[in-house]
């Protein structure tokens, strides 16, 4: 988990104090500092490519936002793109075509000629996929996703590897799909897994690789030579205090030795979002209410699961801190409720925290992946403001919502006016 600097009794992201960036911006607002986007880039860039040529390739369903994309940009990054919305965010914000990688699931015709329109390479998920691909054209980089019968995640919902699940093309089937692209006329340039999202050892990892391996040298003997393994992403993050960060430089050696002692691939993939910008982001959110239950007691805050999904959703857990009294002993256990009208809306059980007072700000750690690009405007509440700090300066990213704007695609049918 990430340290902060305390100040004045304050948490200080990027050389800015929690309470400044509430005033000037409201809350709750959603803090990235950008610099440790770029450490953690060059940090898995750096444990990777001093074993074998590598690239980057940054899940931007993590966080979409365009100045942290222009961030990872500057940095030589390329993306893992699952939609088209996704391509177009990525392109606008400075990537060319062949620095993304469309590894879609269920994709529509629409969106195979989208895609293809936009030059993007794609990474076929399905044989459906590949013979429709192949009416609209031959004349596109290709690559295939296979299930690898290997499953990890940080919970159920986002183990991608299993067999039973809904992605890939099934592992005893994966020879007979290139088989079928180089009939098609295409020519394959690499094969893909992604195993599940948020696992927290090197295990499953490695016996993954090993699966891609055998697939790649039962190729070779077929006559196609591929050029990268996609190892896809999934590295987790040390999102509780007495948890720690996996280690890269392990798992690295572990995986390209394998890969290069037994193939001729000249490229690995990695496709970490989570890694890369999970850390890099906290939110902070006032305290409005507080509430004494005869079996809890819950201090009332400004962001909801409209704003995190995951500790509604998976069960998470994000670190809190209480931003301005950040070096105070912790008096109390507190629960962190949110003012969304579901009983599941609390984004934080039974926390030891120093006495929390209405007009405190909060502090929820780690909320750069999957974050804002989850949020919703569940109970009619407008979307955040996002702003990057960085050596003592504070930018504006995104706007907030204003109510107004959640009316702008409805419309009334004239009869009902009457
Ligand atoms: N590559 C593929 C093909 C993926 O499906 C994903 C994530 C990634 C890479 C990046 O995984 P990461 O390195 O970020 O773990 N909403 C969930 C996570 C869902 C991930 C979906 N796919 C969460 O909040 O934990």
Redesign the pocket.
């Known amino acids: 988990m990430r340290k902060f600097e305390c100040v004045d009794h304050e948490l200080v992201i990027g050389g800015v104090k929690a309470t400044e960036i509430v005033q000037k911006y409201g809350s709750p607002v959603y803090v990235t500092d950008e610099n440790a986007i770029r450490a953690n880039y060059r940090n898995i860039y750096q444990a990777f490519s001093k074993k074998m040529p590598t690239r980057i390739?940054y899940?931007c369903?993590?966080n979409t936002n365009l100045a942290i994309l222009r961030i990872l940009e500057q940095e030589g990054s390329c993306i893992?793109a699952?939609s088209i919305g996704e391509i177009e965010a990525c392109l606008r914000s400075g990537f060319s075509p062949d620095r993304i990688l469309y590894?879609g699931v269920n994709v529509s015709d629409a969106e195979l000629r989208a895609v293809v329109a936009r030059g993007v390479p794609i990474n076929i998920d399905s044989f459906s996929e590949l013979e429709r691909l192949a009416k609209i054209t031959t004349d596109h980089q290709i690559s295939f996703?296979v299930n690898p019968e290997v499953g990890s995640?940080?919970?159920d919902?986002?183990i991608?590897g299993k067999r039973s699940t809904k992605?890939g093309i099934p592992k005893h089937q994966i020879l007979e799909a290139y088989k079928r692209a180089v009939e098609l006329g295409f020519k394959p340039a690499g094969l893909?897994a992604?195993i599940?999202?948020?696992g927290q050892t090197v295990e499953p990892f490695i016996e993954m690789v090993e699966t891609l391996i055998t697939i790649v040298q039962e190729l070779a003997a077929m006559g196609i030579e591929l050029n990268f393994l996609d190892i896809?992403?999934?590295?987790?993050i040390p999102y509780r205090p007495e948890e720690s960060a996996m280690d890269l430089d392990k798992m690295a050696a572990e995986i390209t030795s394998r890969i290069k002692s037994k193939t001729k691939i000249k490229e690995i993939i990695i496709?970490?979002?989570?890694?890369?910008i999970?850390d890099s982001t906290i939110i902070l959110t006032k305290v409005v209410d507080i509430k004494e239950t005869p079996d809890k007691k819950y201090a009332g805050i400004d962001a909801g699961f409209n704003t995190l999904?995951?500790p509604a959703?998976?069960d998470?857990y994000h670190h809190v801190a209480v931003a301005n009294k950040f070096d105070l002993p912790a008096e109390e256990v507190y629960s962190l409720g949110g003012p969304i009208c579901e009983t599941g809306d609390v984004m934080a059980k039974d926390r030891e925290l120093p006495k929390v007072e209405e007009g405190d700000i909060i502090a929820i750690y780690d909320a750069g992946?999957?974050g804002f690009t989850?949020s919703s405007n569940y109970n009619m509440r407008p979307l955040p403001r996002e702003v990057l700090v960085k050596d003592g300066e504070i930018t504006l990213i995104r706007e907030s919502e204003t109510v107004e704007e959640l009316f702008r695609h409805q419309r009334i049918p004239s009869r009902l006016m009457l």
Do not use: L, Q, W
């Open positions: 390739n899940a369903k993590a893992d699952v590894t996703r995640g940080h919970h919902k986002v991608t992605f893909h992604h599940g999202s948020g896809g992403g999934g590295i987790g496709e970490p979002g989570r890694y890369i999970a999904i995951r959703m998976y998470s992946a999957y989850m």
